[in-house]
């Protein structure tokens, strides 16, 4: 079933992992050997999660790096739902055609 409104992965990992083990943004980003503005941006929902982000927050903090990237997927998806209407791009329908061109081999 699809949630109308999945968490963005950066607010989870702010709330879920840092804040519980008391890590400052700065403290965290040492930890996972990233750039301060990078993780700040994720935990800000300014950036989406990168794989290699996932990947690090499951080896520090032992965090499946696929259930982040399915809170990302399933955010991203929820956020292009929310634009449905203003995307508009008709259904592709064929064209009969006389002949049917051949695949060369």
Same mark, same amino acid.
């Not at 519980?20 to 980003?29: G, I, K, Q």
């Not at 990947?55 to 990302?72: H, N, P, S, Y």
């Given at each position: 079933m699809r949630m109308l409104n999945p968490t963005h992965p950066?607010? %989870?990992i702010r709330t879920e992992i840092l804040l519980?083990?008391?890590? /400052?943004?700065?403290?965290? &980003?040492r930890v996972l050997a990233v750039s301060r503005p990078a993780l700040s941006s994720l935990l800000n929902a300014r950036a989406d999660l990168s794989?290699?982000?996932?990947?690090?927050?499951?080896?520090? %903090?032992?965090?499946?790096?696929?259930?982040?990237?399915?809170?990302? /997927?399933?955010?991203?998806? &929820?956020?292009?739902?929310?634009?449905?209407?203003?995307?508009?791009?008709?259904?592709?329908q064929p064209q009969p055609t006389e002949s049917t061109p051949r695949l060369r081999p």
């Open positions: 950066g607010e %989870f519980p083990l008391n890590l /400052s943004v700065t403290a965290a &980003a794989g290699d982000m996932a990947l690090r927050i499951e080896k520090a %903090f032992g965090v499946k790096m696929d259930t982040l990237m399915r809170m990302q /997927s399933s955010y991203g998806i &929820a956020r292009t739902r929310s634009r449905e209407k203003q995307i508009r791009v008709r259904r592709y």
